[in-house]
Structure formats: C-alpha cells, structure tokens
C-alpha cells in the first residue's frame, strides 16, 4: 500500500463544532483527493489539489474548506459540522491523473 | 455534469458462479478505472483502460470498454469467497478531469 495516513480513524462531534481531518504521504504524490463516501452514492470528490497552495472543488465542496500548505498533507475543515457530514472521509493520492491510492478512511459522525 | 450509474447494486452468487457489474457514463470517457472495496477497507487500483474496445485480464477478471468509451464491464468468472467486495468504475471525462464515481456493486458470494 501506498504511504497514506489518515487522521483521525473515527470522530464523534456535536453539531456546530469544527473538526479537521488530515491526511498525510510519504509517497512525494503531486496531487491529492479527499472523498467522501456514503451508503449509495460510491465516492463522492470534495475537493482536491494539485500542488502546494493549489486546491479546487470538486462535486460536493459546500461546508468543507481544505489547506495544503506542504507538499505531504492535506487538511479537511468541516467549519461547523452539520448531521449531514456524517460520513466516511477517504484521502487519494496520484502520480498523475490515473491511478489513485487511497487512505484507511476517516469515520466520522455528528451528533 | 458528468454522471456515471453503475449496475446491480448488490448482487448474491454462490460460490462457483460468475459475477458482471455494468457502468454507463452520460459523457464519453478518457479513459475508465476500476477499483475494489473489500468491508472495512479502502478502495484498491485494479485496473484502467483507455482504447475504444479494450479487453484486460487479470486471472478470473474480465475489463471490457465500449467501444463507443461510454459504457465499461467486469466480469468474474467462477468466484471465490475472497471476490467479495464492492467493486466501483470510475470514468475520466478527459485528460484534466477528475473522477467520477459508480455508485458500486456490492458482491456478496455464499460458499
């Protein structure tokens, strides 16, 4: 498996509450990914980035921000977590745009 | 935007039996990745192919392409207790894009 770390593995908050997630590599990987997944809906892109200080949004970016301030992490804010955050968070990293190497997850749930 | 539907959703074989899960994307693909989730776990690469009509193996997995890039199978013949797993297609608009998701198929195999 690729170098990836995810931090936290599992969270529980309350609403209303920040929470940050990061991800971490080992691998030099210019772009990295954070997903999230949900019973239905495969893998949703939150947002993504190409580079350090480069991020986009993807498909489901309302609610998160992100922040990559070295080329190895990646972070994910949940401003004020809402019970709809309630989900899966999974960190990607690719060489390229092909093949992405996925984190253990983040579990997270909002009371 | 792009949307790519992956069928069945679940699907309950016995062991020996062979197994397809479909995807069809509403855009033409660069190219499209399959990835599988065993329970608890993290999607892992199986495979991507590019070229209109393009068959892959690998042991009991066969990758197909359309041949018009919008539509992609897998299929297992003979599957094992260890085949079990969701499996996602994911399709890549174009060479800049990001990509998008299969809601999956979750494979469930009674020995």
């Known amino acids: 498996d690729a170098g990836i770390t995810q931090s936290p593995r599992h969270k529980v908050t309350e609403t209303g509450t920040p929470v940050t997630l990061r991800c971490h590599q080992t691998?030099?990987?210019?772009?990295m990914y954070w997903y999230r997944q949900d019973p239905g809906h495969g893998l949703r892109l939150i947002h993504y980035s190409y580079g350090v200080k480069d991020t986009d949004k993807g498909e489901v970016s309302d609610g998160y921000s992100v922040s990559r301030s070295k080329t190895e992490d990646f972070l994910l804010t949940l401003e004020s977590a809402t019970s709809s955050q309630t989900s899966v968070y999974f960190c990607?990293?690719?060489?390229?745009?092909?093949?992405?190497?996925f984190g253990p997850g983040t579990r997270l749930t909002v009371l | 935007g792009q949307q790519v539907m992956q069928i069945p959703q679940y699907q309950h074989v016995q062991e020996g039996e062979d197994f397809t899960t479909y995807c069809n994307s509403s855009?033409?693909?660069?190219?499209i990745q399959w990835y599988k989730q065993r329970p608890g776990g993290h999607p892992v690469f199986l495979i991507q192919l590019v070229k209109s009509g393009e068959v892959k193996k690998q042991k009991r997995l066969t990758f197909q392409f359309g041949e018009a890039k919008k539509n992609s199978s897998l299929h297992i013949t003979a599957t094992q207790t260890t085949d079990v797993g969701t499996y996602f297609c994911a399709g890549q608009a174009d060479a800049g894009n990001m990509l998008t998701f299969g809601g999956g198929t979750r494979l469930m195999v009674k020995p």
């Open positions: 990607a990293i690719s060489r390229g745009m092909n093949e992405q190497f």
């Open positions: 691998e030099n990987h210019r772009y």
């Open positions: 855009t033409t693909l660069s190219n």
